[in-house]
C-alpha cells in the first residue's frame, strides 16, 4: 500500500462532492468518517468510488471506541473491514478516546487517563483494531477538557502506545492547542516533544470559545476556519519533523470548496517551503 | 482507583450529572468543568444526527424546539450502531406522542416522509424492473405476474395533509417554510430511488391502491381490478408504465 501524497488534502463532505470529483489539483487527497459510508448503498458510495478512482483516500474513524471499556464491536471491525476491501484507502486511523459504555454510542470522544493500565488495555485494543481490519493505522491525539490524574504526560503516552502496538500517530494541532488551553499547557513544548519518528499524518482545523458566560475554554468544533495559533504551531511542528500528509477538517459550518482550497494552499506553502528547506 | 472505576465514574458525570466519584480521577475540582462539555458534545451530536436524518422535521420545529426532542429522545432509544446515517427509526413515533398538543400536529407524518427519503436514500443499489423484463409477456401470462416495489420504495399513508409542506422543507437552501395551516387528509404517497435521485409522487386514489395491492405481493392482474374498483377514472397501464420508466419496481 503507498503512502498518502506528502501535500495537504481535505476532510471529503457530501455538499462538496461535485466540486471535489472535478477539482484537479496536484497532490490533493481526500479523508472520510468511514461510518458515514456503512451504508448498503446508495448515491454516496457512487461519489466516493468516483472520488476514489481519482485521488488517494483515508479512512478517518470516529465510531471505534478505541479505549471503550467494553470489548470492540464486531459488527462495526465487519463493516469497516468490508469498506477497506471495496475502497482500499491508503490509510486508516482512529481515534485515542472511547465513545460507547453499556453498548450505547455517544458519539463524543471521552477521554483517557494516562496512566500505565491505560496504556495496557489501549496496546491490547490497538493491536486487536489492526488484526480485525487488517492494517496498520494511526492514533490521533484527542482534545481535552478535563485535567485527569494519570503517570505520565500525553506525548509519552502516544509514544508508549504506538511502540507497544506498532501503530502510528496522527497528530492534530489544533486538538493540541485546545487541550493546552484548556488544561493550562504549553502547546509549542508538546509539538517539541512529540516523536517525530512516529507522526504520520497531521491535522489542522477551527475550534471555538465555549459560549457559557466566565468560561475560557476551547472547543474543538471543526465549524470554523483553523485559527492563527494554530497555524503558527503548525509551521513550528513541520519546521522540526519536515512535511507530513496534512489535512484540512470542517465538519460543521461547511463553507464552499473553494474555500477549503484556500486553506490548503496556506497549508501547501509550509509543506512546500519546508519540503525545499530540507 | 482504576480504569473500569473511571469508565463508571465517567458516564454517571456525562448521562446522570453525578460527578462525586469521577472527582478522584480528576487533577483539581476546576477539571470536573469539562464533564458539561462533553455532555453537551454527546447531546448535540445526537441532535445533528437526527436533524440529518430529519431535516425537514428541523427546518418546521426549529433549532431550540428540535434539541429538546432529540436530548428527550436519546434518552429513550439511544443508538447502538456507530454509524449514525440510520438513527432515529423510532423518531416519528416518538413525535407522534410529544407533538398532540403542539402546533404542529402533522409533525410525525413529516417524519415519516423523512424517514422514507433516507430509507430511500441508503437502500441497496439492487437492479430495477426494466420494460425489456415482461416485454416477451403476453397479456395473460402479465395479469398472473407478480412484481414487486424497489427494496428502495416506500409507500406511506399520512393522516395529515402534508406532501407540500414536507417538500418545500426538505430543500437544502429552504428556511422554515412553515404554513399556516395543515388540515387531516389522508395522502398516499411513494418514495423511491431511480438512478441515484430521490423521486417521490403524491398517488391517485386508483394508483394507492394499484401499488398497496402490489406491495401486499398480489399480482398485477388483481392489484389492476382493486384498482379499478377503488377509483373507475384509474388508468392502470399508464400508471404502471410510468412507475416501471421510473425504475420503481424491483427486477
Redesign the interface.
Known amino acids: 500500500m503507498t503512502a498518502l501524497p506528502v501535500r495537504c488534502g481535505i476532510g471529503l463532505r457530501p455538499v462538496h462532492y461535485r466540486a471535489a470529483l472535478d477539482c484537479d489539483a496536484d497532490g490533493l487527497w481526500f479523508e472520510v468518517h468511514p ?2 459510508y ?9 461519489w466516493l468510488e468516483a472520488i476514489r478512482s481519482r485521488r488517494a483516500i483515508s479512512f478517518h474513524g ?4 478505541l479505549c ?2 467494553e470489548p470492540l ?1 464486531a ?2 471491525l465487519a ?1 469497516l473491514r468490508e469498506l477497506i476491501d471495496r475502497y482500499q484507502p491508503t490509510q486508516v486511523s482512529e481515534h485515542v478516546a ?14 483517557l ?1 494516562y ?1 500505565c ?2 496504556a495496557r ?1 489501549l496496546i491490547n485494543r490497538v493491536d486487536a483494531f489492526q488484526s480485525a481490519i487488517g492494517r496498520r493505522i494511526l492514533i490521533e491525539n484527542p482534545s ?6 494519570g503517570d505520565m504526560s500525553e506525548p509519552e503516552f502516544l509514544g508508549l502506545v504506538c511502540a507497544g502496538a506498532g501503530c502510528g500517530l496522527l497528530l492534530d494541532v489544533n486538538n493540541v492547542f485546545v487541550a493546552a488551553n ?1 488544561l493550562h499547557l504549553d502547546a509549542g513544548a508538546y509539538l517539541d516533544a512529540a516523536p517525530a519518528e512516529l507522526v504520520e499524518e497531521i491535522h489542522l482545523a477551527g475550534h471555538d470559545r ?1 459560549a ?1 458566560p466566565g ?1 475560557l ?1 476551547l ?1 474543538d468544533s471543526h465549524a470554523t476556519p483553523v485559527a492563527a495559533p494554530v497555524w503558527d504551531l503548525f509551521d513550528r511542528l513541520v519546521r522540526r519533523i519536515g512535511p507530513r500528509p496534512t489535512l484540512i477538517e470542517r465538519d ?1 459550518a461547511i463553507p464552499p470548496f473553494g474555500e477549503m482550497m484556500t486553506e490548503r494552499a496556506r497549508a501547501e506553502d509550509v509543506l512546500v517551503s519546508r519540503a525545499k528547506a530540507a | 482507583m482504576n480504569l473500569a472505576d473511571y469508565y463508571t465514574s465517567f458516564i454517571d458525570a456525562v448521562c446522570g450529572g453525578v460527578t462525586g466519584r469521577l472527582g478522584a480521577f480528576a487533577v483539581s475540582p476546576e477539571g470536573l468543568r469539562g464533564v458539561r462539555i462533553h455532555r453537551n458534545n454527546w447531546i448535540r451530536a445526537m441532535s445533528a444526527a437526527l436533524a440529518s436524518n430529519y431535516p425537514a422535521v428541523f427546518r418546521l420545529i426549529g433549532e431550540s424546539c428540535f434539541e429538546t426532542a432529540a436530548a428527550a429522545f436519546v434518552r429513550i432509544a439511544p443508538p447502538r450502531a456507530r454509524c449514525l446515517v440510520g438513527y432515529g427509526l423510532e423518531f416519528p413515533e416518538f413525535l407522534e406522542c410529544a407533538a398532540g398538543e403542539s402546533s404542529t400536529p402533522y409533525i410525525a407524518d413529516v417524519a415519516r416522509l423523512d424517514r422514507a427519503w433516507l430509507e430511500a436514500h441508503i437502500a441497496p443499489d439492487d437492479a430495477a424492473l426494466q420494460p425489456g423484463d415482461i416485454a416477451q409477456l403476453d397479456s395473460s401470462s402479465l395479469a398472473k405476474h407478480s412484481v414487486r416495489l424497489h427494496p428502495s420504495a416506500s409507500l406511506l399513508q399520512t393522516t395529515w395533509r402534508v406532501h407540500d409542506v414536507w417538500k418545500a422543507n426538505r430543500l437544502d437552501d429552504a428556511g422554515a417554510n412553515v404554513p399556516r395551516a395543515v388540515w387531516r387528509e389522508r395522502q398516499s404517497i411513494l418514495i423511491w430511488r431511480s438512478s441515484g435521485e430521490i423521486r417521490d409522487r403524491l398517488l391517485t386514489p386508483a394508483e394507492a391502491v394499484f401499488f398497496g395491492a402490489l406491495a401486499g405481493g398480489e399480482t398485477l392482474g388483481s392489484a389492476a381490478e382493486a384498482a379499478i374498483r377503488a377509483a373507475q377514472d384509474g388508468d392502470v397501464s399508464v400508471m404502471f408504465a410510468a412507475a416501471l420508466a421510473s425504475n420503481a419496481f424491483e427486477r
Open positions: 461510518e458515514n456503512m451504508v448498503s448503498g446508495g448515491p454516496r458510495h457512487s470516529v465510531g471505534a471506541s471503550g471499556p464491536e459488527t462495526h463493516r472511547w465513545s460507547a459504555a453499556g453498548g450505547q454510542y455517544f458519539a463524543d470522544l471521552f477521554p487517563p496512566t493500565e491505560a488495555h481535552a477538557y478535563m485535567a485527569l490524574r484548556n465555549d457559557a468560561s475554554l472547543i460543521a
